[in-house]
């Protein structure tokens, strides 16, 4: 059965090349995503919401995101939230260190001092991670505690940026205008291959489904659902 | 006195592709040709930066992107630049097969003559483009 991509924390770090800063923000995040928490956190290269598509765009609306900026112009916070989605949560690595930033080493190298604040940043984000999964950590175990943590992948992963796998999703028609729905055409699909015909108890649960990963207007939430459950009959009979 | 050429790699952060790009970009700016370029970061052009999109439309750019996806090559259209030449380390890999980059945060011995290749293609370019040696 077609899975819906596992909740997860996305981590969008600004990556300026010409200061140190940009690079603890690189650095951090890898880090992050590389070892300390990897099974719950996914990145996307900034840029790739201007060069991307669609799904791209679609990043910070499905995922909670943390940007990591290195200076006060806060590229990837202003950046994500312009073309994608407001971050949870906005850190930038000069509030902590301007006084210490001469001893960062260089934008191509850092220096000792500026590894650690690497790791600084770096814890800093897995805490924020934890708090948005609402993950509790054991310390001793160095593991999620039982029963906190969202669904685990069963095998290691390398942890990599999202480009080429944006979340799919689908533009239909509602009240008379046209708008995009993420993740629609994986719901369709599980809902499908789960045998659900369409009917009004599908309805019900195909715009439950739908709103987890899109904002439904209360006021034109039986339009949507008219939308979308024509969208699946269609869908249905189409066999795609 | 002439500007310098603009040296903006993809920002990429999940690929060694894209560690090669910086670290091209690195060794060209700081090393091989220190006086006639300077580096770019993307990041800014995707916010639209005044300052920096007057400096892009006069200037001369070269791009380099680690993927297909040529994040840089894309943004500096879409923001007023042109891009005299848009680089791509996947081209360039295909040109040294027997080097596999691999790493991310560090890119291995592989990944950093690879990024040296390409450093050397971007110095004769800026070369051609302004007319005589860079520095050494």
């Known amino acids: 059965m077609p899975e819906l991509p596992t909740k997860k924390v996305g981590l969008i770090a600004c990556s300026g090349e010409e200061i140190p800063e940009g690079t603890v923000t690189r650095l951090a995040v890898r880090k992050v995503l590389e070892s300390l928490r990897p099974l719950h956190t996914v990145t996307i290269c900034l840029p790739l919401f201007l060069a991307g598509g669609e799904g791209d765009r679609a990043f910070a609306r499905f995922h909670p995101t ?53 790791g600084d940043v770096a814890d800093q984000i897995a805490r924020h991670v934890d708090h948005l999964l609402d993950l509790k950590w054991d310390r001793r175990s160095g593991g999620p505690v039982d029963g906190s943590t969202p669904q685990e992948e069963s095998k290691p992963r390398q942890a990599a940026c999202s480009c080429g796998s944006g979340i799919p999703s689908q533009v239909l028609r509602v009240a008379g205008r046209e708008v995009t729905l993420i993740a629609l055409p994986l719901i369709f699909a599980q809902f499908r291959e789960a045998g659900k015909l ?11 489904a739908v709103r987890i990963y899109n904002l439904i207007p209360d006021d034109e939430e039986s339009a949507y659902a008219r939308a979308v459950t024509e969208e699946y009959a269609a869908f249905c009979r189409g066999g795609n | 006195m002439r500007e310098k050429v603009l040296i903006i790699p993809c920002s990429g952060i999940g690929k060694s592709l894209g560690s090669v790009a910086r670290e091209a970009s690195y060794m060209v700016t700081e090393e091989l040709c220190r006086d006639r370029t300077r580096l770019m970061p993307l990041a800014l052009l995707v916010l639209g930066d005044k300052e920096t999109r007057t400096e892009l439309s006069s200037a001369e750019v070269i791009t380099i992107d680690g993927c297909v996806k040529a994040c840089a090559a894309k943004v500096v259209e879409g923001t007023g630049g042109t891009v005299a030449h848009g680089l791509q380390v996947l081209d360039v890999c295909r040109r040294h097969p027997k080097l596999k980059p691999s790493g ?31 520095n050494a």
């Open chain 1, 66 to 118: 943390i940007a990591i900026d290195g200076c006060e112009k806060r590229c990837a916070a202003r950046g994500t939230e312009m073309f994608s989605g407001k971050p949870a949560v906005s850190i930038v690595v000069s509030d902590s260190v301007s006084a210490e930033s001469a001893g960062l080493g260089t934008a191509r190298r850092l220096s000792e001092k500026g590894m650690h604040v690497v």
């Open chain 1, 198 to 208: 369409p009917s009004d108890s599908t309805k019900a649960q195909l715009i439950e």
């Open chain 2, 104 to 134: 991310i945060s560090e890119l291995n011995e592989s990944g950093h003559e690879l990024a040296h290749a390409l450093a050397e293609e971007v110095k004769e370019l800026v070369e051609d483009m302004t007319g005589g040696l860079s």
